[in-house]
């Protein structure tokens, strides 16, 4: 049973980059989309941004400028740095899977999910 | 493309139904002949979890009170007899192939 597990600081100061890890166990990292979602407090999901296991990413447009994801298919890991935060990036932040695609099968929606990480914005 | 649902609040009676809307701004049908639409369920201070994918599969584990239905732009997740549990927040989201993203409704809170 494949679980996803979200790691990193929760508190971070402003102006300063968020850095965040989801550890993938369980199962293969191979030919998955793994996204990063997050929730301010009291508010819906937003989608961050996506790598597939090649290396091949998408972000939300609203956050590109400040978003890098990368994938380490040797650790199980994939990670979000998030520059230049403000207090409206204080979120719970998750991971989750977000699709499949070998060539021949594909699916994209989110099938499995971290349990969350609280991250502050805050000097 | 955005996602609409409603309502945004719902009140049910335990054991009744429930319906949820989600509308699109544009058809969801993808060039392979596919709906990428998606229901997810929150419950308090849960993680989301998955409940309907390709907007009428319910997803493995998952109760068969709850059914997706809809095409094109409009979408709705219906439970058949509310229970305790179905308690949280309910969202609709869509991927797209090319190039590949996300987008989530803005949800809709299922109170008993």
């Known amino acids: 049973q494949v679980q996803l597990q979200e790691s990193g600081p929760g508190l971070v100061k402003p102006s300063e980059t968020l850095s965040l890890i989801c550890t993938v166990s369980g199962g293969t990292i191979s030919s998955f989309y793994w996204t990063w979602v997050r929730q301010p407090p009291g508010k819906g999901l937003e989608w961050v941004g996506y790598i597939y296991y090649s290396g091949s990413t998408n972000y939300n447009p609203s956050l590109k400028s400040r978003v890098t994801i990368s994938v380490d298919t040797s650790k199980n890991q994939f990670s979000l740095r998030l520059s230049s935060v403000t207090a409206a990036d204080t979120a719970v932040y998750y991971c989750?899977?977000?699709?499949?695609?070998?060539?021949?099968?594909?699916?994209?929606?989110?099938?499995?999910w971290g349990k969350g990480t609280t991250v502050s914005v805050s000097s | 493309i955005v996602l609409t649902q409603t309502p945004l609040s719902s009140l049910v009676t335990l054991g009744q139904p429930a319906s949820i809307s989600c509308r699109s701004s544009?058809?969801?049908?993808?060039?392979?002949?596919?709906?990428?639409l998606s229901w997810l369920q929150q419950r308090p201070g849960q993680p989301p979890r998955l409940l309907i994918y390709?907007?009428?599969n319910r997803f493995s584990g998952v109760p068969d009170r709850f059914s997706g239905s809809g095409a094109g732009t409009d979408f709705t997740l219906k439970i058949s007899r509310v229970e305790p549990e179905d308690v949280g927040v309910y969202y609709c989201m869509h991927s797209t192939q090319f190039p590949h993203s996300y987008t989530f409704g803005q949800g809709t809170k299922l109170e008993i």
């Open positions: 989750a899977r977000g699709g499949y695609d070998d060539g021949e099968y594909y699916y994209y929606h989110m099938d499995v």
């Open positions: 544009q058809t969801l049908v993808h060039r392979d002949g596919n709906t990428y």
């Open positions: 390709k907007s009428s």
